[in-house]
């Protein structure tokens, strides 16, 4: 149980969104699992949008993965003026990328939640974002939270990142979630591809957990507003061609908010994270 609950906690706010709620069902699907051939595949999308010559692709993250899934990112970005990065506390990850985040008590709950990523990536024999992509690109602009004001607006809003992934746990549809038995006999046997498959559905099905939790959150809301506002700034700087390389959980109110500002959708292509054989 001492494993589970950094995974479950993890994994949580790994990638947990699909659908939206009612009023919006008609929106981007963001993740999906494709098992149509030999693999089970999950795949975030790369979802592009224009407006009086700029365009706005929004990149999925999933925060681990294959090493084939970063290596195409990271040629993708390339290919970008401006790519708006997630990561609470980021501003410095430049010049830090390989060293993990200094800590005070207030920040070990972020380090704590990085050492679970590590941890799951290990077992399941993935490799993780911060690892693989390259943050000191030119063209990389931090678009999130500092850690400052991260904790700033949690205790405004009085939450906590243990917190919020409670909450979208209670409010998960059960059926997405893998088999308590079946995922202990994956750990103890160590049958990594069994364990992926078990946990793809949950990856890919979490709109119920998280359809409650976005209208006022800093995890998702607060984050997403300063994304937008980063791509504001950077599209008046002269900017025409923008990716913006977040959790797909954050695409579905962004993509609302870009709708709203007469943003078309023009494409939209799925990108592979995990390719698992199954059984």
Do not use: C
């Amino acid at each position: 149980m001492k494993i589970l609950l950094p995974v479950f906690v993890a994994l949580t706010l790994l990638v947990p969104a699909k659908e939206l709620p009612a009023e919006t069902k008609k929106a981007t699907d963001f993740i999906r699992v494709e098992r149509g051939g030999d693999n089970a595949l999950l795949q975030p999308a790369a979802a592009t949008y224009e407006k009086d010559g700029v365009k706005v692709t929004l990149l999925g993250a999933v925060h681990i993965a294959d090493k084939a899934y970063f290596a195409d990112l990271n040629k993708r970005f390339k290919s970008y003026d401006r790519v708006l990065f997630e990561m609470i506390g980021g501003d410095k990850l430049a010049q830090t990328q390989k060293q993990e985040q200094e800590g005070v008590e207030k920040k070990a709950e972020l380090s704590a939640l990085g050492n679970a990523y590590k941890m799951i990536s290990t077992f399941l024999k993935l490799t993780d974002q911060k690892t693989e992509i390259d943050y000191t690109a030119k063209n990389f602009v931090h678009a999130d939270l500092t850690i400052e004001e991260f904790q700033e607006l949690q205790e405004e809003r009085g939450e906590s990142i243990l917190g919020f992934a409670m909450n979208a746990a209670q409010n998960a549809d059960t059926k997405n979630q893998p088999s308590t038995i079946a995922l202990m006999q994956a750990l103890m046997s160590g049958n990594t591809n069994k364990a992926k498959l078990l946990f793809m559905d949950a990856l890919a099905g979490g709109d119920e957990a998280m359809a409650g939790l976005l209208q006022q959150s800093v995890i998702i809301t607060d984050r997403n507003a300063k994304a937008l506002q980063t791509l504001d700034v950077e599209i008046k700087k002269g900017h025409k061609n923008l990716g913006v390389f977040y959790g797909a959980a954050h695409f579905p109110d962004i993509e609302k908010s870009l709708l709203k500002q007469g943003y078309k959708k023009t494409r939209q292509e799925w990108l592979t994270a995990w390719s698992v054989p199954k059984e």
